[in-house]
Each structure stands twice: as C-alpha cells, then as structure tokens.
C-alpha cells in the first residue's frame, strides 16, 4: 500500500520472479523507512541498531541474563522493548 503498487507486484519481487526498477527500489526504501543501499545491503541497518542497543546501559547490562529466558519471558521482554522504543517519552 504505502509503494503505491499492486500487491502481486510486490509478491513477485519477494518470489524473485520480477526485478524491480530503481524508482520502485525507491519507493520500497522509502515505505520500509530505510535507504536504498540499506535495502539492498539486506540487513546492514540491523548491525547500526544492534550495535546503538548496545550502548545503552541498561540493555548492556541485561545481556549475560537474557540465555536463562524461557519462550514466554523473551517475547515479553522483546514486546515491553519494542513498547519503550516506539512509545513517545511522556515526562513525568
């Protein structure tokens, strides 16, 4: 929706049955919120989050626990990060 194409056009670049033209690169790049060469380096982007988690101190910290996690408590854990990053901050 957000490329302005066709569904099927997109399932056909996923399934490696259609190449996409460079505004259509574009255009995904922009409805993924990354760069072109973000998105064709498949996965570079994750490496700079990763490592920017990293720095903060508290996720540092939490690390060597993380192993001990079973199913449920990593996908608690993952869901109340993800609420912390995409939530805007209210102050207090």
């Given at each position: 929706?957000?490329?302005?194409?066709?569904?099927?056009?997109?399932?056909?670049?996923?399934?490696?049955?259609?190449?996409?033209?460079?505004?259509?690169?574009?255009?995904?790049?922009?409805?993924?919120?990354?760069t072109?060469?973000?998105?064709?380096?498949?996965?570079?982007?994750?490496?700079?989050?990763?490592?920017e988690?990293?720095?903060?101190?508290?996720?540092?910290?939490?690390?060597?626990?993380?192993?001990?996690?079973?199913?449920?408590?990593?996908t608690?854990?993952?869901?109340?990060?993800?609420?912390?990053?995409?939530?805007?901050?209210?102050?207090?």
């Amino acid at each position: 929706m957000r490329m302005k194409v066709p569904r099927t056009y997109v399932s056909k670049i996923e399934n490696e049955k259609a190449t996409p033209t460079l505004s259509s690169l574009e255009r995904l790049a922009t409805a993924l919120e990354v760069t072109v060469p973000e998105l064709l380096a498949g996965g570079c982007s994750r490496e700079r989050e990763i490592r920017e988690l990293m720095a903060d101190e508290f996720i540092a910290e939490m690390i060597p626990f993380v192993n001990q996690l079973n199913g449920m408590q990593w996908t608690s854990l993952l869901t109340q990060v993800r609420e912390l990053t995409t939530r805007p901050h209210r102050m207090s």
